[in-house]
Each structure stands twice: as structure tokens, then as C-alpha cells.
């Protein structure tokens, strides 16, 4: 399991380091593959609008990652199934009226998934991996004084796993032969976003094969 937590000391210095890396790549990217589509394909279930005072609005999610928000999640499935995801963040605001079940078989598949203000206890159940919240980690008994993220990716490990969402478990519901990556951190500053979008972008290079 990796575990990724990041203290305010810390994020400064990541966000630098974090960025000048993303802009090395980039350029390198550009250098080799002018006309190649930068973004990745990203779905954000949410029932905010652009109108509202937040850094959660799907606007800013637009520029900073390409993502496509999406107001019914039936509609969201539809356009999974027609073009798969690689992340889908999803606003507790609207979790509600998300599917469950769906968002289990995401977390099977190893689709980096992301949710705001919404503790560890919850989307354990959600993903339905017991595990997730493990240790006490992010279990709400710290509230945290604004918006926050969590991210949770379940990971293959080599010949023993894999993410056809069919796999073996182990116990406790740990998966068989596959791990997890788990991240957290605030949303209350534009630097906390750009930890965030560093932080998904990261994600999403890791779960490429």
C-alpha cells in the first residue's frame, strides 16, 4: 500500500519541484508529438455551476485538466462506456445520487478515482474496499476546516492481480495480489488546487501500462 500525505511544510517545495517536472515534460512531449492530444480523458460528476464562488466549479476543472463535467451520473456511465475514463472525480456534494455498485467496479478496473469533502469511511464504501480507511486515515475524527480532496487508485502487482475488476480478494477485502495508492490534502488556496491537479496528473502517468 503507499500512503501519500502532505504537510503544509511540505507542499511549497512539492509544488515547485512538482511543477518543474510537469513543465519539463511537457516540453519534451511537445518536442516529440506536436499534434498529440495533452489532456486525458477525465469526468467530473458534480451539480455545481461556473456561477458559484469555488475552486471546485467545473469551469476550473475544464482549464486545469480537461475535464468533462457531467450532472446525471447515468449520462457519466454512458460516456464511459463510449470513451473509458481514466480519472473520475466526483463532488460529495452530489455523491448521493452516484451508483454505488458502478463506483466499485471503477475502483476494480484501477480508475484513478478523486472526491471532494468526502472522508475516508465513506468512500471505502463506496469503492467497497474496507481498507481504504485503514489506520484511521482521513476518518473525519480531524474535521477539516474547508474543501479537501481524496484520491484512491487501486493498483496491480505484477503476474498476481490485474484490473479486469474480476480478480481474486484477499482478506479484510484487500484485493488479491494488488495494492493501493492513496492521497489527501485541502482545497482552500489556489496552491492547494495546483497540489491537487499535480497530484491527479501523477496519478494518471503511473496508471499508464
Known amino acids: 500500500m503507499i500512503c501519500i500525505r502532505y504537510s503544509r511544510a511540505m507542499k511549497r517545495g512539492f509544488v515547485l519541484f512538482l511543477l518543474s517536472a510537469l513543465f519539463a515534460a511537457s516540453l519534451a512531449a511537445c518536442a516529440q508529438a506536436p499534434s498529440a492530444e495533452p489532456q486525458s480523458r477525465i469526468l467530473y460528476f458534480t ?3 461556473d456561477a458559484e464562488a469555488s475552486l471546485l466549479v467545473p469551469g476550473r476543472l475544464r482549464t486545469a485538466l480537461g475535464a468533462q463535467a457531467v450532472g446525471e451520473w447515468g449520462d457519466l456511465m454512458v460516456l464511459h462506456a463510449t470513451q473509458p475514463a481514466e480519472a473520475i472525480i466526483i463532488d460529495g456534494a452530489a455523491a448521493a445520487q ?5 463506483i466499485a467496479r471503477l475502483y476494480r478496473e484501477c480508475i484513478v478515482l478523486a472526491f471532494f469533502n468526502m472522508y475516508a469511511p465513506e468512500v471505502a464504501q463506496l469503492v467497497n474496499d474496507p481498507s481504504v480507511s ?3 486515515w482521513m476518518d473525519g475524527s480531524e474535521p477539516q476546516p474547508g474543501d479537501f480532496y481524496i484520491m484512491v487508485r487501486r493498483t496491480a502487482s505484477g503476474s498476481m492481480g490485474d484490473c479486469s475488476g474480476a480478480g481474486p480478494t484477499g482478506g479484510a ?3 488479491g495480489g494488488l495494492g493501493k495508492s492513496r492521497s489527501q490534502y485541502s482545497l482552500v488556496s489556489e496552491e492547494d488546487f495546483e497540489v491537487f491537479v499535480g497530484v491527479l496528473t501523477v ?3 503511473q496508471a499508464q501500462p
Open 203 to 205: 496519478e494518471l502517468a
Open 134 to 136: 485503514w489506520d484511521g
Open 173 to 175: 477485502g484487500q484485493p
Open 98 to 102: 452516484a451508483n454505488a455498485d458502478d
Open 47 to 49: 451539480h455545481r455551476t
